[in-house]
Antibody
Framework: QVQLVESGGGLVKPGGSLRLSCAASGFSFSDYYMSWIRQAPGKGLEWVSY????????YYADSVKGRFTVSRDNAKNSLSLQMNSLRAEDTAVYYC????????????WGPGTTVTVSS | DIQMTQSPSSLSASVGDRVTITCQASQDIRNYLNWYQQKPGKAPKLLIYDASNLETGVPSRFSGSGSGTDFTFTISSLQPEDIATYYCHQYHNLPWTFGQGTKVEIK
């Protein structure tokens, strides 16, 4: 079935780095734009990044620009988020999500992976 | 950035009640708005896309309307399984932004 599964979360010290991965299955990954969304504990949803189906267009929220890098490997059906210079305010559950075709609804989400930035 | 003001922040209603949530954008976003449901400990789920289109498989008691700056999300007859937090989401401009959420509880 159509599925996204994130991995790579964990506890990291401020200033540290972490790489999140999102494995896609059950659909033609290379046809879809993908996004990362995060949710701090007890808070709402925050858009983080967006990458086109080919990887040729990439956008970031100002809060992560210059520190996070999104990439994709269509041959491996995989999406990644490299997070550097992590701050306490980056602590959140990180979700990868698929943008539907024909609309901009995020129609498939992974279960999320938790990133905790703390000394 | 486009600000999305969602109200109320929480509500309590009885099973069978009609529930309405509003979302106001700080500028015209046409119909570039989605609604999501998030249950505790789970990922969000797309319910409504492009302001008024029901996602496949979503019960017809959920509906959305509006365009421009003012949008409404309605549950026509609240069911126990609808207990969740609901978010609006604009994609007219980057950065995409979400409303702060509406927590729906059973009275």
């Amino acid at each position: 079935q159509v599925q996204l599964v994130e991995s790579g979360g964990g506890l990291v010290k401020p200033g540290g780095s972490l790489r999140l991965s999102c494995a896609a299955s059950g659909f033609s990954f290379s046809d879809y734009y993908m996004s990362w969304i995060r949710q701090a504990p007890g808070k709402g949803l925050e858009w983080v990044s967006y990458i086109s189906s080919s990887g040729g267009s990439i956008y970031y929220a100002d809060s992560v620009k210059g520190r996070f890098t999104v990439s994709r490997d269509n041959a491996k059906n995989s999406l990644s988020l490299q997070m550097n210079s992590l701050r306490a305010e980056d602590t959140a559950v990180y979700y990868c999500a698929r943008r539907g075709t024909g609309s901009y609804g995020l129609d498939v989400w992974g279960p999320g992976t938790t990133v905790t930035v703390s000394s | 950035d486009i600000q999305m003001t969602q109200s109320p922040s929480s509500l309590s209603a009885s099973v069978g009640d009609r529930v309405t949530i509003t979302c106001q954008a700080s500028q015209d976003i046409r119909n570039y708005l989605n609604w999501y449901q998030q249950k505790p400990g789970k990922a969000p789920k797309l319910l409504i896309y492009d302001a008024s289109n029901l996602e496949t498989g979503v019960p017809s008691r959920f509906s959305g309307s509006g365009s421009g700056t003012d949008f409404t999300f309605t549950i026509s007859s609240l069911q126990p399984e609808d207990i969740a937090t609901y978010y609006c989401h604009q994609y007219h401009n980057l950065p995409w932004t979400f409303g702060q959420g509406t927590k729906v509880e059973i009275k």
